[in-house]
């Protein structure tokens, strides 16, 4: 299982820190990544992460703004957002997965395990 926290309400330009813990089987060499859901819009990729951390991809709306990581001692992936904009407002899920080769999986249906979502609500 994968719960994740860390969502809120918080200005533009302001800042959040989102946790994804995991449980219940070891993830520890998984790719893990997020997503958002913005209302009315598709699951978008946000970030993805190496199983052992040491490679990490970012869509280019993400780029220099925000940064994931992760403690597999804790099986914990995080994801650090900067300059937030009212844009960025969304649910934002974690996700994982064994078999995925490339950081570049755009497709949600590629990931496998999901956690339940945080709110992220960016106030103008």
């Known amino acids: 299982q994968l719960q994740a926290s860390g969502g809120g309400l918080v200005q533009a330009g302001g800042s959040l820190r989102l946790s994804c813990a995991a449980s219940?089987?070891?993830?520890?060499?998984?790719?893990l990544g997020w997503f958002r859901q913005a209302p009315g819009k598709e699951r978008e990729y946000v970030a993805g992460i190496s199983w052992g951390g040491g490679s990490e991809y970012y869509a280019d709306s993400m780029k220099g703004r925000f940064t994931i990581w992760r403690d597999n001692a804790k099986s914990t992936v995080y994801l650090r957002m900067d300059s937030l904009s009212p844009e960025d407002t969304a649910i934002y899920y974690c996700?994982?997965?064994?078999?995925?080769?490339?950081?570049?999986?755009?497709?949600?249906?590629?990931?496998?395990?999901w956690g339940q979502g945080t709110q992220v609500t960016v106030s103008s």
């Open positions: 219940g089987r070891t993830f520890r060499n998984y790719v």
């Open positions: 996700a994982a997965d064994p078999y995925i080769r490339s950081l570049a999986t755009y497709n949600p249906t590629e990931w496998t395990y």
